[in-house]
């Protein structure tokens, strides 16, 4: 045998391919006596060593990619996106992109695993990208975004045990600063005579119209019509739900935000984030609008595929949540069993434009009845002597630019003035005629007070269901209030720029009498001051929260101390935290039928469930803490986290 | 590489679409893997991935069970493959570093050295056989070559991988 034939065997042999016996023995007496042939398989293995160790690449999941054209050959036509950028367009680029996206590829995953079929990642991971890269991400493409079109496709699983899934496809028109439209056509075939959910949303500045088949319980339901005329800039009574275009609501707090890594969607680059339900119901706005759905739950999952170039949602998904308080509930809605790991309903783009949309796409269906809002337009030249006053216009407020002005119709006698500025807006309100007892506008006493910059104070309140961020501001002779869907810094900067100075609350709104008790707002060290008692903030707080203000309650028996913990930037979900501290030996008598009696780090507390309440006594210091949306488990982690019990519960 | 349930298989070649996906779901990381060694861009392998599984839905009713699934399905990416690149004229020839970290890094360096050094002819069964672990019938079958031929070029693409980190080695 020569080196050639021999290295030939110890190749296949290496590889596992079986020899003959003849072979095998001529090989072996070969390797005894030849240095070359003995190198050539040192060398092989080395070869296969570098080869198994490699770092694999990180594998994209195109599941999705695949079973779309798969579905269309087998005749279920299935979604293919499309993404159309008007030809010629030299306007500014509303595709900001962040961090490099290939220096953040690989993960380590080896040749070694890869072998035998290793795991592999859904999505890829090794991403570098923050849930703030994606929130700023997004607030920055609003603003500019000046036309969209897209159509989507909608599958819901158990509706009801007959209608286990239904299929319905929804088309979105905008253009700034607010027209709107948003159809609902329902595909499935219902196995009795059903309404079928057919819906329509269109806005168009001071109108807005819905129509739907109401929520009835009988499978034929009537359809209803709502008008809203001479409507507020964008009311969020009346709201347009811009957030199937971005996600501006949903994901402006990026505390709240999980980044679950990258992939690709339907063709195109994307990134992955998954929201609570409650967090995320503005990518839900046919929900409400009318028909039958499914109902879900406030903690399922959403997951959220954003195309990483243009933030635009391009497919979002609900998991269930898991735990017995799902089941229960699931229970309570004759849901079947609903695996963590299957969706529940989707939203999938199909068909994404930036197209300026026909404008008779806005045009408003003609309908008998309406309700009023009572916005009444005014031009810019004649709002002084309509309102009595010269507001403050400028033609751009943080950024943004006029667009409306009206004069609303309430008590304040004041002027509204709109800002907008593709989807991102702000209105400012004025009034020279204050008289209430709380800030002007959505702002309540319980607001966080901060201090702008170049002087002064505002009053801030985070967004909530009914409203964006808001500031109000209480300067000499005139009060003042900004709500936006802004991003908070930019709003406070907005505030600031304004020509005000803003005062702090007078006493007669820091000071509220309740029944026999006193309240009274203060700053954190005079209620200090005020008490024979340590206040401790907890050190562990749901991210984002931070002490909003501080209250003293006097009722007579004794003074406590009630703090308020919000979200910085928006208030859905969990709502405000209050923690109220008073000296007291013993628990007050139960109020609710459903207490418990739980541990708090050594001491007996009580928990109740429908206030999602938790009190308990320390060194002669009554405590009760809660927050609309938070659960035990969360309640007993914050007050665990106050002062004295932290140390106890850390020992 | 494991072969799928027969089950899922037969069940996929009637025509059904939930089972074809789960075989997606099982192979779509060696198909991709596959695909980005022979083409060596992401976006390729991306849409190799794509049609080969496309075109294995087409034709899995005329998968006869003569050679394993995986090496039918490996066939399939193969020439997916190579329409990709006759389609685009374009061939890397280079091995492009992957970017990532490794335990030794010295050893890729040298792995990447070597798979430059020979022929895509010599390149495409020693991945098939070292990285992917198929055996010379399966490689063979994914080639559409005889057995002989894999083990023949098994030889010669070691060979020359060797010859060029010895040359590597006394350069340095």
Redesign the interface.
């Known amino acids: 045998m020569n080196h050639d034939q021999v290295e030939r065997l110890l190749s296949a042999r290496i590889d596992g391919e079986r020899l003959s016996t003849r072979s095998s023995a001529a090989l072996e007496q070969h390797l005894e006596t030849c240095a070359e042939c003995r190198a050539f398989e040192r060398g092989a293995y080395r070869l296969r060593e570098a080869a198994r160790f490699e770092v694999a690449p990180a594998v994209p999941d195109l599941v999705d990619e695949v079973m779309t054209a798969v579905g269309a050959e087998a005749g279920q036509p299935r979604p293919r996106l499309r993404v159309v950028r008007p030809a010629g367009s030299s306007r500014r680029s509303i595709f900001p992109r962040l961090a490099p996206v290939a220096a953040a590829l690989v993960v380590g995953a080896l040749v070694g695993s890869l072998v035998v079929g290793g795991p592999w990642q859904r999505p890829e991971t090794g991403s570098a990208l923050a849930a703030t890269d994606v929130t700023e991400g997004i607030a920055a493409a609003a603003v500019g975004l000046d036309a969209y079109q897209a159509t989507f496709a909608l599958d819901e699983k158990n509706l009801s045990p007959e209608v286990a899934e239904r299929h319905l496809t929804m088309s979105v028109w905008f253009e700034e600063p607010e027209r709107f439209r948003l159809d609902v056509v329902d595909h499935t075939e219902y196995p009795t005579t059903t309404t079928p959910t057919d819906l329509r949303l269109v806005v168009d500045g001071s109108t807005w119209y819905a129509a739907g088949p109401s929520p009835c319980a009988t499978a034929t339901c009537p359809r209803r019509e709502s008008v809203v005329r001479h409507r507020l800039p964008f009311s969020t009574a009346a709201p347009t739900p811009t957030d199937l275009v971005l996600p501006i609501s949903t994901l402006a707090d990026a505390d709240r935000v999980t980044v679950l890594g990258r992939g690709s969607v339907l063709g195109r680059p994307a990134v992955q984030v998954e929201v609570p339900f409650e967090r995320a119901e503005p990518l839900f706005p046919f929900l409400s609008i009318g028909g039958d759905w499914r109902p879900f739950f406030p903690n399922d999952r959403v997951r959220i595929w954003l195309d990483e170039r243009s933030w635009f949602p391009l497919r979002w998904e609900v998991y269930p949540a898991t735990g017995a308080e799902r089941d229960a509930w699931a229970l309570r809605f004759g849901l079947p069993d609903e695996p963590a790991l299957r969706s529940v309903f989707s939203v999938t783009a199909l068909d994404v434009s930036l197209d300026a949309p026909d404008a008779r796409v806005f045009d408003i269906p003609a309908t008998s009845s309406s309700h009023d809002q009572g916005a009444r337009p005014v031009s810019l030249g004649d709002v002084q002597g309509e309102a009595g006053f010269e507001p403050v216009a400028a033609r751009t407020v943080g950024g943004l630019d006029r667009y409306r002005v009206v004069l609303p119709r309430d008590d304040a006698g004041g002027t509204l003035v709109a800002y907008a500025d593709g989807l991102a807006f702000l209105n400012l309100g004025e009034t020279r005629t204050w008289n209430g007892d709380a800030p002007f506008g959505p702002v309540g006493v319980q607001a966080e007070e901060i201090p702008l910059t170049g002087g002064g104070v505002a009053y801030y309140e985070p967004s909530s269901d009914d409203h964006g961020r808001r500031v109000s501001i209480h300067a000499a002779g005139t009060d003042l209030y900004l709500e936006s869907n802004l991003p908070r810094s930019e709003l406070l900067a907005a505030a600031a720029a304004l020509p005000v100075q803003g005062l702090p609350m007078p006493e007669a709104w820091r000071l509220r009498e309740i029944g026999v008790a006193t309240v009274e707002r203060m700053s954190l060290e005079a209620a200090r001051a005020s008490v024979p008692f340590p206040i401790e903030l907890p050190a562990a707080l749901p991210a984002g929260f931070g002490l909003a203000s501080v209250e003293l309650v006097d009722a007579g028996y004794g003074v406590g101390v009630t703090l308020y913990l919000r979200d910085r930037d928006a208030d859905a979900g969990i709502g405000t935290i209050r923690l109220h501290l008073e000296a007291a030996t013993a628990l007050p008598p139960a109020t609710s039928a459903t207490q418990s009696t739980v541990d708090v780090a050594g001491v007996e507390g009580r928990f109740t469930p429908d206030r999602s309440q938790l009190e308990w006594i320390r060194d002669a210091v009554y405590r009760s803490l809660d927050a609309p949306g938070l659960e035990l488990e969360e309640l007993l982690a914050i007050a665990t986290s106050i002062g004295p019990e932290r140390d106890e519960a850390g020992g | 590489?494991?072969d799928p349930d027969p089950r899922t298989l037969t069940r996929a070649r009637d025509?059904d679409?939930g089972a074809?996906?789960d075989l997606?779901?099982?192979y779509?990381?060696?198909v991709?893997?596959f695909a980005?060694h022979f083409t060596r861009d992401?976006a390729l392998a991306?849409d190799v991935?794509?049609e080969a599984?496309?075109r294995a839905?087409?034709f899995l009713r005329g998968f006869r069970g003569d050679s394993k699934f995986t090496s039918w399905l490996f066939r399939i990416a193969r020439n997916c493959a190579m329409d990709q690149i006759k389609a685009r004229n374009v061939y890397v020839e280079r091995v492009t570093p992957?970017?990532?970290?490794?335990?030794?890094p010295q050893?890729?360096v040298?792995?990447h050295a070597?798979l430059d050094a020979v022929s895509a002819e010599h390149r495409e069964p020693?991945?098939l056989?070292?990285?992917?672990?198929l055996?010379?019938q399966e490689a063979a079958d994914v080639l559409g070559v005889r057995v002989g031929t894999i083990?023949?070029r098994?030889?010669r693409a070691?060979?020359a991988?060797?010859d060029a980190?010895a040359v590597e080695e006394e350069a340095q």
Do not use: C, P
């Open positions: 590489m494991n025509g679409v074809f996906e997606v779901r099982q779509q990381g060696d991709w893997r980005y992401r991306d991935t794509q599984f496309l839905f087409r992957i970017a990532g970290t490794t335990t030794d050893a890729r040298e792995l070597a020693f991945l056989v070292e990285v992917f672990g055996s010379y083990k023949s098994m030889h070691r060979r991988m060797m980190l």
